[in-house]
């Protein structure tokens, strides 16, 4: 169990970490989310894609709850073919001459994020 100085000692560390305070940081870490596979831009885009995929799923026969595990296949389908995109961009940057472990990093994140996605499309898939 914490003692009550190292709880005090959290709280003030805590207060201190806000994120990135200059410009350049912030935009740095602006970018993590695209870079991630998590970028919120064309989202309605994707909800209306994940939407008609659903419905061909379903073929209009189909409850709320299967409609609804429809959705999530469809979303999950649509975000493995963003990773693979990305994927595939990494490996046209990748310098192999470079020693740089940087795009091993961004695999690395890049392979968490689709086994996520996998299991996800995986269980959802079995509520049809």
Not at 4 to 26: F, L, V
Not at 30 to 47: D, E, K, V
């Amino acid at each position: 169990m914490a003692t009550e100085k190292q709880i005090a000692a959290d709280r003030a560390n805590a207060q201190k970490s806000m994120g990135p305070k200059t410009a350049a940081g912030r935009l740095k870490s602006s970018g993590n989310a695209l870079r991630h596979c998590r970028c919120p831009c064309g989202s309605t885009w994707r909800q209306a894609m994940a939407d008609a995929i659903a419905r061909q799923l379903t073929r209009d026969h189909a409850d709320e709850e299967q409609l609804t595990a429809a959705t999530e296949v469809a979303q999950a389908v649509l975000k493995l073919i963003r990773m693979r995109e990305v994927r595939a961009k990494l490996m046209a940057e990748i310098d192999l001459t470079s020693g740089s472990l940087e795009h091993l990093r961004r695999f690395a994140a890049l392979d968490r994020y689709e086994r996520f996605a996998a299991t996800m499309r995986r269980r959802t898939s079995r509520k049809l």
